[in-house]
């Protein structure tokens, strides 16, 4: 080839490889017009079903004081209960952080859990008459069968007390057992008696059992609900609207509140800017105000495809709002649950002292 024709291809291979990083370079500029919006992280920590002082950071298992009415009892159900449930307290932080083993937190901010326990069990014996297999005849015959039905209740009133002795709410938590209804009587494939002594559990382990449900329950109401998400802030025009990125950026959310109040007045029925100021507002602690603009978002994308990430936010924000309202003074709740399939029986009630 010539020197003009190797020229040629020099120049064409530095115009094709100068045209790629163009390509390379328009799409990383989209990517960063993309990308270049600040995040929003909030995060809100929900009390449990049992409201606490906002003081109180975490809970310790105290004394129990128990009440026996059972036949064949052996164990300390006292001590028990008392271990089950400071092993389910151990991962309960009243604010939510999940470290509730934390041994720096001041006495002060410690409350403790302790109560009285109604343990009642009921063995019904006797016999009846049954039709058994005989290896000998080779035939089912009839015989007298010891029968057995063990009832069991377990009634655990918990008591929440600041160390000085300062009584903050109450739980009771009733579980009852059946061993007729107790699936693992019948055995694997539902062909044992279900009145079969042999088959009975011991009337420790049945109480024992009912016990660390009636802690796992306690735990479960006192852990209170994290509601966390992470929204992307969607770009918009006009110069109130970059500041209010701006500001977002640098988690000043309540300057951010500011800039987006005014991007909104000038574009009213821009979905994408009231669902900014919703989320700065929400960062902000401003919740009504959230709500008022997810509200809004949703309602400026109805006529198109529709808002889900407004309308998650929306729901996040109306339930913040409810649960702020419900624990603005302590409550008082009760709640029953039931289900005749099972070998036990439930009932809740929970009371709270302001």
Known sequence: ??????????????????????????????????????????????????????????????????????????????????????????????????????????????????????????????????????????????????TLVRTAEVRVTFTVARQGGQRLGAAEILRMYSSAADPAVRGELGLERADDPARVPSVDSIVQGLLTECAETFAHMAQPLVLSA??????????????????????????????????????????????????VAEAAGQLELAAEQYQAAVDNAKAKEGDAEAKESLARVRRVIAAAKAVGGYCSVNIELSDSLSCCGWHNSLSCDG
Not at 105 to 111: D, E, G, I, L, R
Request: proline fraction near 5%; hydrophobic fraction near 45%; charge should be positive.
């Open 230 to 279: 992470e929204m992307q802030l969607r770009p918009a025009g006009g110069d109130s609207a970059r500041a209010g990125m701006s500001a977002a950026a640098k988690e000043d959310y309540a300057a951010a509140v500011g800039h987006f109040r005014k991007a909104v007045e000038a574009a009213r029925d821009n979905g994408d800017v009231r669902f900014d100021l919703a989320a």
């Open 1 to 146: 080839m010539t020197a003009d024709g190797r020229s040629a291809d020099f120049c064409r291979g530095h115009i094709m490889k100068a045209a790629r990083v163009a390509v390379v370079a328009m799409w990383t500029l989209a990517g960063l017009a993309a990308g270049c919006s600040p995040s929003v992280s909030v995060r809100h920590v929900l009390p449990g079903a049992l409201p606490l002082p906002p003081d109180v950071m975490l809970l310790r298992a105290g004394r129990f004081a128990v009440r026996t009415k059972a036949e064949g009892a052996a164990a300390d159900y006292a001590s028990f209960l008392k271990a089950a449930l400071d092993k389910r307290l151990a991962g309960v932080a009243l604010d939510g952080s999940g470290a509730g083993g934390a041994a720096e937190t001041p006495a002060a901010k410690v409350a403790l859990v302790g109560g009285e326990v109604d343990v009642a069990v009921r063995n019904a014996a006797g016999e009846r008459v049954g039709r058994r297999w005989n290896p000998a005849t080779k035939k089912n015959e009839p015989q007298t069968l010891p």
